[in-house]
């Protein structure tokens, strides 16, 4: 029985894009293969587990009539159907390698949770947060371990829920963004939960809430700026009138990052968008 021949590897489009930033080398990296339609799942995980960053996104010709593009998103080890930064970072490389929507100022993502709206929004690009899969109280072991992981009492924990929408997030209010931003996690204590920590600032500043991801068992460990988790937290905090309609979140500032996450729910719908920047272009051989 004769071997399938290995595929032939060739040059494609690549950029390297930093995302919810303006400013270079600040917001939350993805790397994107503009020209993927050929690889298969495998060679898609291979390339990600090597550019080890907290995702990496491959565009595909679309196979809904509706939508412009098609996108998988890849971790180090396993593909999300949803992710909030790849999806901006995707629709800035998309339109930067000349894709032109079908409808003008609005461009249809297809990825695995379906199709995702992006639009151009003050010179920024926001997605509708798609619905949560799961919401709803977590249970008390779980609140333990993540008191004991964030090392804070767990009266601290003011509120927490789950807001799955591709990755399972846990999302914890604490009282303040000087309490979000003085977490030292364990992260062996949170081993197997992706907890979102949010906090108000007090006073009006460069931002309305402090932001921080904590993905224990990862390579990341803290993720610098996290779209998903984002729009999870944005359905939550305005749905229960602990946030308004328009708010803006920082992220990353324990990293070095100057993260910025702008907020608008608009009728029906949760705009999550951002600043892009692209840092790196040229091509990969895959």
Not at 265 to 285: E, L, P
């Amino acid at each position: 029985m004769s071997q399938k021949p290995a595929p032939v590897r060739r040059r494609r489009p690549f950029a390297q894009v930093d995302v919810f930033t303006a400013e270079h080398y600040r917001g939350n990296p993805l790397a994107v293969v503009v020209d993927a339609g050929d690889l298969t799942t495998g060679q898609m995980q291979q390339f990600a587990n090597w550019t080890n960053l907290s995702e990496t996104a491959f565009l595909l010709p679309p196979t809904h009539p509706e939508a412009d593009y098609r996108v998988r998103i890849f971790t180090a080890h396993e593909e999300f159907p949803f992710a909030g930064h790849p999806t901006l970072g995707s629709a800035h490389a998309w339109l930067e390698a000349g894709g032109v929507p079908k409808v003008e100022g609005v461009l249809i993502q297809e990825c695995g949770a379906g199709l995702v709206r992006v639009k151009r929004d003050a010179g920024r690009l926001a997605f509708a947060a798609p619905p949560l899969t799961r919401s709803g109280p977590v249970d008390e072991p779980d609140m333990a371990r993540i008191a004991a992981g964030l090392r804070l009492p767990r009266q601290a924990l003011l509120d927490a829920t789950w807001l799955v929408n591709g990755p399972d997030w846990i999302g914890v209010l604490l009282e303040s963004a000087e309490q979000v931003l003085d977490i030292k996690p364990d992260y062996a204590a949170m081993e197997g939960l992706k907890v979102g920590v949010i906090g108000p600032y007090a006073a009006a500043g460069v931002a309305d809430f402090e932001v921080r991801a904590f993905i224990p068992g990862d390579a990341a460990a803290e993720d610098p700026v996290t779209g998903s988790f984002n729009a999870g937290a944005a359905q939550w905090l305005i749905g229960s009138g602990r946030a308004p309609a328009s708010y803006t979140a920082a992220q990353g500032t324990m990293l070095g990052r100057a993260g910025m996450v702008h907020v608008d729910a608009i009728d029906h719908d949760i705009w999550v968008g951002g600043n892009s920047i692209t840092c790196i272009s040229g091509t990969v051989v895959l």
